[in-house]
């Protein structure tokens, strides 16, 4: 039998080659914005001209995940947002409605941290296969129900902003910070 995706949800991932060149300086530079309690920082990274090397390499990588689809239109970053978790944040299961792509980049993180976890857009009730089966390995991509990232420093994931996810209350008392991107056609 011959098996065909006929409607995958795409994710792309890649690892920041020049991390090690960005990563304390923007540290600096986001540790004198207002961070509310939870750790979230209304400062807009993409107009931000500090941060000028990372935004250009972003939409490089956006653009070749653009490519990959097909679409013939040109994006642009249209907000951001800075959040450096604190123990005990979390992002409720949520979207971003009005966009057509989303980026998370993680400046600093620690794979032992909680995943950023994405749902199955598909609303699969009868899917024979709960969540403890692909703890198990026992799901593959026809019949995952939601999948996994884990928080790695440099690591840029995007993915279309209809896609449901979320981060569980963070427990470890280590550094999160994450740079998140929403794009639309200009």
Known sequence: MKINLCFPTVFGFVDCPFINEIQES????ISNF??????????????????VKLNNWIVGELNKYIKAHLYK????????????YKIGSYQP?????????SALFFLEG???????TFYNPVDDMMNPLNN???QKGETNDFTHREIYFKPKTGR?????????????????????????????KQ
């Open 34 to 51: 207002k961070y509310e309690l939870n750790g979230r920082c209304d400062e807009s990274p993409h107009t931000n001209l500090k941060f």
């Open 93 to 101: 299961i949520h979207n971003h409605p009005g966009f057509v792509f």
């Open 156 to 184: 840029l994931i995007i993915w279309r902003s209809h896609v449901m996810h979320s981060v569980s209350s963070k427990t470890k008392n280590c550094k999160r910070i994450i740079f998140a991107y929403n794009f639309n």
């Open 26 to 29: 923007y540290k600096n530079i």
């Open 110 to 116: 620690y794979e032992d941290d909680v995943n950023l």
């Open 73 to 84: 239109d040109v994006y642009e970053c249209k907000e951001s947002w800075l959040f450096d």
């Open 132 to 134: 403890t089966a692909k």
